[in-house]
């Protein structure tokens, strides 16, 4: 038999599974009850912990009933009273921490009071780790909100709303957060949301599919991300782990290191919070600066507020030249000049009240002036500078540009007589006509066009456009409407039809103009409010059925509906009040133990013997469910029985107490001598009280194997006899060797050469013929 500490830690089977689930004494069951039913995490693993099943205080239990053994050392009344006593001990540290417990446990009044100090404790950390942030000169609590409240729904469970199959985020699963406006999306539903609209805009043309690489956006922000940018593994927010463990220390989907993202802008620090979902928040490093215009001393500030003005008078001379900045010491540069002032214009003809930052501006006259020919004036309006050369001095070109002419610029050049050859405007034919002053006719020659959707040709002439009346088939860029458009040259236009779609939330529908892929999540909001209507909750559109409403802080005063005193307190909340969750309490009549089990006296349970319907045209009827009072469940408080093999003590639930397998391995050492039962635990029936622990019984395995012991040194044949005990008879198989002379062949037996000296195996190795080798004689001179 087995220590009893390694019968504590090692026990295995079905015994173990019952214990663990079962409470362990009447004293666990006054703790429940005094816990108000509805057990915390926290206080349930400390319960476990504290009382775990009943183990603990059933070791020395079990010890004290298991046979001595072989390896027993102390005699059985001295090794009792030990056991008796570490019982003891064991006993009064469970019932010492036990009363720790309740008196936590009972420090607060009910469940509810708990959870308002965890929400209140959970802000006063949040609020203490960014009002270090505006500690400082010039901090501005306004520039954190949006970070406090990214950080806030990560801790209320139920906030993070995936907004593409609108339903919450929770802690346990793969979250994918935008780079853009940092919402956070289930993994599974960002992937499938990137595929299809990559999907969808690839698929517009046949020629292009799935070549291109097409960009995705946010569902929220519409922020594009390329192909390669798709999200297939899981990251914390900072990016630094992959598949960040679950930890309820930290913040959901948090690897828990400081971020160290870049800040943006840029300013050349990194964020010092812990990975954290949202925006970083501005940099609180300190820097010494000084304002904008550089006339004040430099102080320190906050970095992301390093930029400052000493609201003194700018002073720079402003692009006029005249005069100097009025305003406050201000970023970039400084406003145009506000005064007016009487300015000439460029060619100095008009004088006008401009403002002073425009001081160069042109009138509406021609200048007029005399060019340097002599018989021209200038044709600019209002310009800067000389005039330049007239226009028609030195060598011109004929209409048709083939012949130059040097005349004055008082003639005008000839026509050249030559054909004008210049190109159309259809821009396939030349002018027959000679080279003529003026536009050339419109082309007149009868060509074969074709439509301009490629699908009709016809005669006619070249200057005439030529449309069919084919209205176009090709699907719009929304995929659901026709161009309809007539003669369309395939570069159809973007549809013009509202979506009108059904938003997710299945509440209002997409107002955009018609398109493709998924719609904008709905932008709307819903506020869920509790019973009475003082508190609420605002959450996004379509979350509304599916959100609970918030907890009341009002106490609910009906009276109990079972056999207790009083009910436990709760919140005001919707419809009959919860069950209770409170000890039952009651004795039970076959064990005397005291029901542990919480309240079962308005358990709902589905009404049996209902009509059933006649035939498949009637309907069947929803289940009906009804509260009634349920018989207490079988008694769970442990008792030490031992295995059917005798391997273990574990503790069973007191109303299935009786023989059990512990589902190890029998081990019982089998007639063969070699071998062990392998069968589950399982009963071995004592023959006339010689059967020890380690002796195998009727029940158990027979040998059915072959002998698998070591075979002596040179034979190769395996034992004849079944697996038995003892050394394995002489091998009696014939060997075949040859004699020295290699002539004769030889029969001896496998166990004459296995066990032969080197002066034995020679005489077995000869045949006793003679020798008919040669014998080579070698003379000496």
Same mark, same amino acid.
């Given at each position: ?69 072989s ?34 446990h ?15 404790? #959970?802000?006063?950390?949040?609020a ?15 520039e954190l ?31 994918w ?40 956006p ?16 899981y990251?914390?927010y900072? $990016?630094?782990?992959e ?13 828990? #290191? ?29 820097v ?12 320190p ?30 970023? $970039? ?21 401009r403002s002073?930052s425009?001081?160069?501006? =042109? ?14 004036? +200038? ?47 259809c ?19 009868e ?8 699908? =009709?040709?016809k005669?006619m ?10 209205k ?11 161009c309809?458009?007539? +003669?369309?040259?395939?570069n ?32 709307? @909001? ?10 609420k909750?605002t ?7 599916? @959100? ?63 009509h059933?319907? @006649? %035939? ?12 009634t ?29 009786g ?7 029998c081990g019982?050492i ?20 010689? @059967?020890?622990?380690?002796?195998? %019984? ?15 040194? $040179? ?8 697996c ?19 002539i ?15 002066n ?22």
């Amino acid at each position: 038999m087995e220590a009893s500490w390694r019968q504590v830690a090692g026990g295995r089977g079905r015994a173990r599974g019952r214990a663990n689930a079962a409470p362990s004494s009447g004293n666990e069951v006054h703790l429940r009850g005094a816990g108000g039913g509805r057990e915390k995490g926290s206080v349930g693993a400390v319960l476990s912990g504290a009382i775990p099943g009943g183990v603990a205080t059933t070791a020395a239990a079990r010890s004290s009933n298991s046979p001595a053994g072989s390896q027993a050392l102390q005699t059985p009344a001295v090794h009792e009273l030990m056991s008796q006593k570490k019982f003891e001990e064991i006993k009064k540290a469970n019932q010492a921490a036990a009363r720790k417990l309740v008196e936590e446990h009972f420090s607060s009044s009910s469940e509810e009071e708990g959870d308002e100090d965890f929400e209140g404790k #959970q802000g006063r950390i949040v609020a203490n780790t960014f009002i270090t942030y505006t500690t400082q000169t010039d901090g501005d609590i306004r520039e954190l909100e949006r970070t406090k409240q990214y950080v806030n729904e990560a801790f209320q469970a139920g906030a993070m709303t995936c907004l593409i199959c609108i339903a919450s985020v929770k802690r346990n699963q793969a979250v994918w957060s935008c780079l853009g406006c940092f919402c956070i999306f289930h993994m599974p539903c960002i992937q499938k949301w990137a595929k299809d609209s990559q999907f969808l805009v690839s698929s517009v043309t046949d020629d292009d599919f799935g070549k291109r690489d097409y960009p995705w956006p946010c569902p929220k922000c519409r922020f594009e991300y390329k192909r390669s940018e798709t999200p297939s593994k899981y990251y914390c927010y900072c $990016g630094k782990v992959e598949d960040p463990p679950l930890d309820p220390w930290l913040v959901p989907h948090s690897c828990g #290191q400081v971020c160290e993202r870049e800040f943006k802008p840029p300013c050349g620090h990194k964020c010092l919070l812990l990975c954290h979902p949202g925006p970083c928040p501005p940099c609180p490093k300190m820097v010494t600066t000084t304002c904008y215009c550089k006339k004040a001393k430099p102080i320190p500030r906050r970095c992301s507020a390093k930029e400052w003005s000493c609201q003194l008078p700018c002073g720079r001379k402003l692009l006029c030249g005249q005069h100097k900045c009025e305003n406050p010491c201000h970023a $970039g540069s400084c406003q145009p000049c506000p005064r007016v002032s009487r300015q000439k214009c460029v060619c100095g003809k008009k004088v006008a009240e401009r403002s002073c930052s425009s001081p160069l501006w =042109h009138c509406d006259q021609v200048c007029g002036k005399t060019l340097p020919c002599g018989n021209h004036t +200038c044709e600019q309006v209002c310009h800067v500078g000389a005039c330049g050369e007239c226009p028609r001095s030195g060598k011109r070109f004929c209409p048709c540009q083939k012949s130059k002419f040097s005349l004055p610029c008082t003639e005008d050049v000839p026509t050249c007589g030559d054909s004008c050859d210049k190109v159309l405007e259809c821009g396939i034919h030349r002018c027959s006509q000679r080279c003529h002053r003026g536009p050339c006719e419109t082309c007149r020659q009868e060509v074969e066009k074709q439509c301009r959707c490629g699908k =009709h040709t016809k005669r006619m002439p070249c200057h005439k456009p030529y449309l069919c009346e084919t209205k176009c088939v090709k699907m719009r860029d929304c995929q659901k409407h026709q161009c309809r458009r007539k +003669c369309c040259p395939g570069n159809c236009p973007p549809c013009d039809q509202n979506c009108g779609r059904t938003l997710g939330c299945r509440n209002h529908k997409c107002p955009s103009v018609c398109h493709r892929g998924s719609c904008y999540p709905c932008p709307e @909001t819903v506020d869920v409010k509790c019973n009475c209507g003082n508190t609420k909750v605002t959450v996004p559109c379509g979350r509304e059925r599916t @959100t609970r409403p918030p907890k009341c802080k009002e106490q609910c005063s009906r009276p109990p509906t079972c056999h207790h005193i009083s009910q436990e307190k709760h919140r005001c909340h919707f419809g009959s009040c919860p069950p209770c969750h409170q000890p039952c309490q009651k004795v039970l009549e076959k064990c005397g133990h005291l029901c542990p089990a919480p309240c079962h006296d308005q358990a709902l349970i589905k009404q049996t013997g209902r009509h059933q319907p @006649t %035939g498949p045209w009637e309907q069947p009827s929803e289940p009906a469910f009804i509260q009634t009072a349920l018989p207490c469940p079988p008694c769970q408080v442990p008792i030490p029985v031992e295995c059917l093999g005798k391997h273990e003590v574990s503790p069973l639930p007191c109303h299935a107490v009786g023989p059990y397998s512990c589902k190890r391995v029998c081990g019982r050492i089998l007639d063969c001598q070699n071998h062990t039962c392998m069968k589950e635990c399982h009963k071995v029936t004592e023959i006339d009280g010689s @059967t020890g622990k380690n002796k195998a %019984g009727p029940e158990c395995l027979h040998c059915d194997e072959g002998c698998s012991r070591s075979r002596p040194l $040179g034979c190769l044949h395996s034992c004849v006899l079944p697996c038995h005990p003892g050394e394995c008879p002489p091998c009696v198989q014939m060997l075949r060797i040859k004699c020295h002379c290699k002539i004769t062949s030889l029969y001896v037996e496998c166990r004459k050469i296995t066990t032969a000296d080197v002066n034995e195996k020679n005489l077995l190795s000869c045949c006793k013929n003679q020798c008919p080798k040669e014998v080579s004689f070698s003379r000496t001179f």
